[in-house]
């Protein structure tokens, strides 16, 4: 594991801290295991990226902010909504520019982009021929093959963002989708087989 700079170890002191006070169910609604993937991917690439150096300018701002909102002791206390719009809106901003800039992907994305692909040539195979019903559990099959093999190829890589983000796209949704298709071209068998045999 590489060494981290002072920034990024003030970060997470702070982040930690921010879990201490709030508990889990701030831990989940911030994502700040999250926060500090990003964190972590744009300290790595501040020394050559101008636009992840300025990131880091706007992750010390919006920890500053969250950290001003623990401290109110009243549990049922939330974030002014103006600074929770802006915190969010900055954790999505540096996303996509790991995703575009960096290469880097979301736990699941491809899955998930390959299942929507996988689907819609599914529908076009079952138009095309005289088994309507059957395209589409095919085709949701290929794209969990494909997205499950780049997702992979990614985590191999060293190019998910955050491996072990409980929030977001989690493995157990992955596997839901799964299950989901497998079910779904079972019924289309059961289906065919019972009104063509
Ligand atoms: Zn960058």
Redesign the pocket.
């Known amino acids: 594991m590489e060494t981290h700079s002072a920034w990024y170890s003030g970060i997470n002191k702070q982040v930690n801290k921010i879990k201490d006070l709030k508990g889990e169910k701030n831990l989940r609604k911030y994502k700040l295991n999250y926060l500090l993937c990003i964190a972590e991917r744009v300290d790595s ?1 501040s020394g050559f ?1 101008s ?2 150096q300025s990131f880091q300018k706007e992750i010390t701002e919006i920890v500053a902010d969250l950290s001003e909102f623990v401290q109110i002791p009243d549990d049922s206390a939330r974030m002014p909504k103006e600074k929770h719009r802006v915190y969010f809106k900055t954790v999505n901003k540096i996303t996509s ?1 790991l995703q575009k ?2 290469n880097l992907v979301i736990e699941g994305q491809n899955l998930g982009l390959w299942i929507s692909i996988g689907t819609a040539i599914g529908v076009a195979i079952g138009a095309s021929s005289d088994s309507i019903g059957f395209g589409i559990p095919i085709g949701i099959a290929m794209g969990t093959a494909v997205g499950t093999y780049l997702d992979n190829k990614a985590k191999k890589e060293g190019r998910v963002i955050c491996p072990r983000e409980v929030s977001g796209f989690s493995k157990n949704t992955t596997i839901a989708i799964i299950i989901l298709g497998l079910l779904i071209l079972a019924g289309a068998i059961l289906f065919l087989f019972l009104y063509r045999g």
């Open positions: 690439y990226c636009e992840c520019h800039q960096h």
